[in-house]
Every structure is written in structure tokens, then in C-alpha cells.
């Protein structure tokens, strides 16, 4: 693999619980977006390592030098929930190549539309998912925490 590659695979339980607590941890800076607990982290990880179909969607991006990103989504909600890449691989594709996993893997489950929020001052990711063809449609006031909004993006399927 060239140092710039990378690929998208399943998460393995329990073996990838460490891998997402540490690129949670690095990628996030407010404890709002980042898993409430390891109890949580680890439920989350094994729902997607075993039913990845009707529970919890996820994929790890690994790249040359070892797991890089992830993203989880939700399909009961057509919902992308969690998205990340750590600080040495970013602006490389990998989020956008994560976003359109997810797009594809609810759109397999027969979702219409998907949705996600973001924090409104993020505006990275916020960039990120415009690309991607998601458009802002709503603003919920403290959705982080106090004085920090949310915005709900969506994205057509079809
Ligand atoms: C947001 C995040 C996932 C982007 O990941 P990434 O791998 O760097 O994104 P990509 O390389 O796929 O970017 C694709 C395009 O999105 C846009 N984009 C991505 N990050 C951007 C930034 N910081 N500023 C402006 N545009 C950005 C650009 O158009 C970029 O294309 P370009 O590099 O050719 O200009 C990453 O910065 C991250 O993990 N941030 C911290 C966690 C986070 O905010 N998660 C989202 C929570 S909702």
C-alpha cells in the first residue's frame, strides 16, 4: 500500500474496540461528539461487527500505517451518527470515501434519503459533507451543549 492508499473494512470485536476509543479520542475535541463511555463504545462496535445489516453500519479506513478513520451509521435511521479522521490523513479522500460507504450501505438497506448533524462552527466537516451532496436543513440550538448548535444535513439516495 502507498502511504496516500487506503481501505475500508468491517470492525472486528472485540479487537477494534481500542482502535476506535484512541481515533475517537484524538479526532474529537469536545467530549459531546465523542462516545459517552467505553460501555457504549464497545456495545457499538460489537452490534456492527456482528449485524451489520440491521443495527449499526461501520467501517475502519486503514491506510499504510495503520487504522486512519471510521465512520458509523444507523440504518433503522438512515442516519450517518459518527465520522472521523485522524489528523495525519486527513485531506486525502478518506472522510469523502467513509461518507459514500455509508451513502451506499443505506441506500442498500432501502433508505430514500440519509441525514446527519454536525456542529454549525465545524466547518470542515460541514465542507466535507457538501461535497458529498448533503445540503443543511434545519438548526438545533445546543444540540452539543450549551451555546453550541447542531445542523442537520440531508442527502437524497436516489
Ligand atoms: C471532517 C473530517 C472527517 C474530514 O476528513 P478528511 O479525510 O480530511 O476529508 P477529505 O479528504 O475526504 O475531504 C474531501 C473534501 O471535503 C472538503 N473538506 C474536508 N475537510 C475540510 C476542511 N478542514 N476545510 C475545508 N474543506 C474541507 C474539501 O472539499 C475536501 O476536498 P479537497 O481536499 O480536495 O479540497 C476530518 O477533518 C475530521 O475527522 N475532523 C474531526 C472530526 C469531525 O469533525 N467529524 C465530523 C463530525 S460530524
Redesign the pocket.
Known sequence: MESTSFQLRPPVFPDDVATIAQLDGD??TRRE?RFVSGDVLEAFVRAAATDDRQHLWARIAVDAVGPC?FAFADPSHSRLTK???APR?????????LVEAAVAALRDRKALSVS?F?RCD????R??YE?CGFVGDAVVADHYGPGCDGARMLRDCF
Open positions: 479526532c474529537f461528539e478513520g465520522l472521523c479522521v490523513a486527513r485531506r486525502r479522500g478518506v472522510g469523502r470515501a446527519l454536525v465545524n466547518t470542515g466537516a465542507a466535507l461535497r
